[in-house]
């Protein structure tokens, strides 16, 4: 049974200074008016990448930028704190708060400066230090409007894997946790404020769940405590046809389902963290992406169901972190199944490594891999070619970073999908390097050259979402 709690998460810019904070304070009363929340706070905008910084600095030996940092962040917070709390004893014990935070930052910094080099859970729990701080701020903030709140720091209750820097969560002890902790929290009429991003290891070692991972800790603590629906504060009106600063077009999209959400996420579309839906698919737990700079606009609703529309394509979205590799093969055609097998089999690490088919050469095979992980993508290619058949005639693979892979994300697209897309590149003389198949029936992918992707996205958007009246 889903309980009425409503889980509410503020990204980043909704918390970038002191009017957003307020916007979002009457938010988290607006919902609690109506039942039970939790709130869970990404760092204020910019934070995460200072710390990202300034720890690759000190490493480099330049120690002033932990100095420059703890200034940054202390002016920073302080100047939200005296705009937006007007009771002196909140804002005094939660200015001295953060300067604690502040300074195990800069104790951290210190270190990697002496060991000149980064310790992956201590950079981790680095990281974490700007939710630290805006969580406290924000509880602060809940406070001074009346609100019982307090902050709760996501490591001591989000269990993790040991991937630092990407850590998935132990489901079973994360909730047993949580649940040992929140809903008495509750009861006693007091709204957590959630620390996102971070977690730790069985043993207490600092994690983090990967950039923008406040998302993720929001559908975590959302499915563990059966919420009833979550709500993900942002910057834009929702999940949109494609990204609107390459395509002004764009238009924010109703509904949306689980798969086709994580689809979008995870071929380039940036309003979720791509992993984010996992806890709460199997659940059914709504999650909606609002906009915080315009509450009026209703958002994306994701979830199971969509009323069955006309056409079933949702969104275009882009890539441009991926690689192209090209091998040359006496017998392509034979080769392709087995690629298709082995190297771009879902239990293998390397999940976009994936064959495709190629409409201008027979005798090459094209692969798309994350550049980041191509030379693991190359290590996996070697095995495979070292047990191949010699009659394949495999050449040495050929990389090609300047490619984008912009994709159709949508539910049954089919070769007419795939004869309208060839069509619309070519009428504004875009040639595709190569379509992609066998990665799920929600899409469709082209590769193109990198300085053709805007054109790409525009021409998609206008053939499926501009040029009919329909949706
Ligand atoms: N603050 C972290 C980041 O910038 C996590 C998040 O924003 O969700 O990546
Ligand atoms: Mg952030």
Redesign the pocket.
């Known amino acids: 049974m889903k309980s009425h709690l409503r889980v509410l998460k503020f990204?980043?810019t909704s918390l970038g200074d002191a009017e957003c904070i307020r916007n979002a304070v009457e938010a988290v009363a607006k919902a609690k008016s109506g039942g039970p929340a939790v709130v869970v706070v990404?760092?204020m905008s910019g934070?995460?990448?200072q710390l990202l910084d300034a720890a690759t600095h000190v490493t480099q030996g330049k120690p002033k930028m932990a100095e420059d940092l703890s200034r940054f962040l202390l002016d920073h917070h302080e100047l939200a704190i005296q705009t937006l709390i007007s009771n002196r004893n909140v804002a005094i014990r939660c200015f001295a708060e953060l300067e604690q935070i502040v300074e195990g930052a800069a104790c951290l910094l210190e270190t990697f400066y002496k060991d000149k080099g980064l310790n992956p859970s201590a950079l981790d729990g680095l990281?974490g230090t700007?939710?630290q701080l805006s969580a406290r701020l924000f509880a602060a903030a809940l406070q001074d409007r009346g609100l019982n709140a307090v902050p709760m720091d996501a490591s001591k209750l989000i269990v993790t894997n040991s991937a630092h820097g990407n850590a998935d969560p132990l489901m079973d002890q994360s909730r047993d946790r949580i649940l040992r902790l929140v809903p008495t929290t509750l009861k006693r009429g007091f709204i957590p404020v959630v620390t996102?991003?971070v977690g730790a290891t069985e043993e207490g070692l600092a994690t983090t769940l990967g950039?923008?991972?406040?998302?993720y800790t929001a559908t975590i603590f959302g499915a563990a405590l059966n919420a009833e629906e979550i709500f993900i504060w942002t910057d834009v009106d929702g999940v949109l046809t494609a990204d609107p600063r390459s395509v002004p077009e764009a238009r924010t999209i109703p509904e949306i389902t689980y798969q086709e959400a994580t689809e979008l996420a995870c071929l380039g579309a940036k309003v979720l963290?791509p992993k984010t839906l996992n806890p709460v698919s199997g659940k059914q737990i709504p999650v909606w992406i609002r906009n915080s700079f315009n509450p009026t606009a209703s958002g994306t609703r994701i979830g199971a169901q969509r009323k069955p529309v006309s056409r079933g394509i949702r969104a275009v979205t882009c890539r441009t972190d991926v690689s192209l590799i090209r091998v040359r093969t006496n017998a392509r055609d034979q080769f392709l199944s087995q690629a298709v097998r082995t190297l771009a089999a879902p239990e293998k690490a390397i999940a976009q490594f994936f064959p495709s088919s190629t409409n201008i050469s027979q005798d090459e095979l094209l692969f798309v891999a994350g550049t980041e992980e191509i030379e693991a993508s190359m290590r996996l290619f070697d095995n495979f070619k070292a047990l191949a058949p010699r009659q394949m005639g495999l050449g040495n693979p050929q990389i090609d970073t300047e490619i984008a892979l912009v994709s159709i994300v949508g539910n049954s697209l089919d070769s007419g999908t795939s004869r309208r897309a060839l069509k619309a590149m070519s009428r504004s003389d875009i040639q595709p390097r190569a379509e992609v198949q066998g990665l799920s029936k929600n899409n469709l992918c082209f590769v193109v050259p990198q300085e053709s992707a805007r054109r790409t996205l525009a021409a998609f958007h206008r053939e499926f979402f501009e040029n009919t009246g329909d949706d």
């Open positions: 990204g980043g990404s760092a934070v995460t990448s990281l700007g939710e996102g991003f950039r923008g991972g406040s998302d963290h």
